[in-house]
């Protein structure tokens, strides 16, 4: 009897100690530490899109915790999405002309695209990503002339 309640009690505990260190459903997103890409998770709640919580979560950009960190973002604020849906494994994001407003040179362009391209494919069953904005699909973005007329995979972007 001492026996059998001894191991119903260790399987409890086994149980529970498993449920523990199960982490909850999340998302990446990619900001900059120094001169390169950076992974934060991001907790998904119950029902929530996680394509649209990864953009949501990136242009909402650091947390302060992680701004003290160094953790940094290329994108401009203010920067939106207008239209957010995913067709054939594309995910096509809209965003405002806020993103034009970057305010630098080729390498913030280029870093910029990165993250966005990095945090929407990190979603399952998402390996391109075409970036319009307000409607266009075809942007010349910046003095540098960076061309965005096709969807983007990791491979198209230099970091």
Do not use: C, H
Not at 18 to 44: H, I, N
Not at 82 to 91: E, P, T
Not at 109 to 130: C, D, N, R, S
């Amino acid at each position: 009897m001492v026996i059998a309640i001894l191991a119903v009690a260790t399987a409890a505990v086994v149980y529970f100690w498993a449920l523990l260190q199960q982490k909850p459903p999340s998302v990446k997103v990619y900001f900059y530490k120094g001169d390169k890409l950076f992974a934060v998770e991001r907790t998904l709640n119950a029902g929530e899109a996680p394509l649209q919580r990864a953009i949501g979560e990136l242009l909402a950009g650091p947390s302060p915790d992680e701004k003290l960190e160094g953790i940094t973002t290329q994108l401009p604020a203010g920067t939106r999405v207008l239209r957010l849906r995913v067709k054939d494994q594309v995910a096509i994001i809209d965003f405002n002309r806020k993103l034009e407003a970057y305010g630098g040179g080729s390498a913030r362009l280029e870093g910029m695209i990165a993250q966005i391209v990095y945090t929407a494919t990190e979603i399952p069953g998402i390996e391109k990503v075409w970036i319009w904005m307000e409607g266009e699909k075809e942007l010349v973005l910046g003095g540098e002339g960076l061309v965005l007329d096709k969807p983007l995979s990791r491979r198209d972007v230099s970091f």
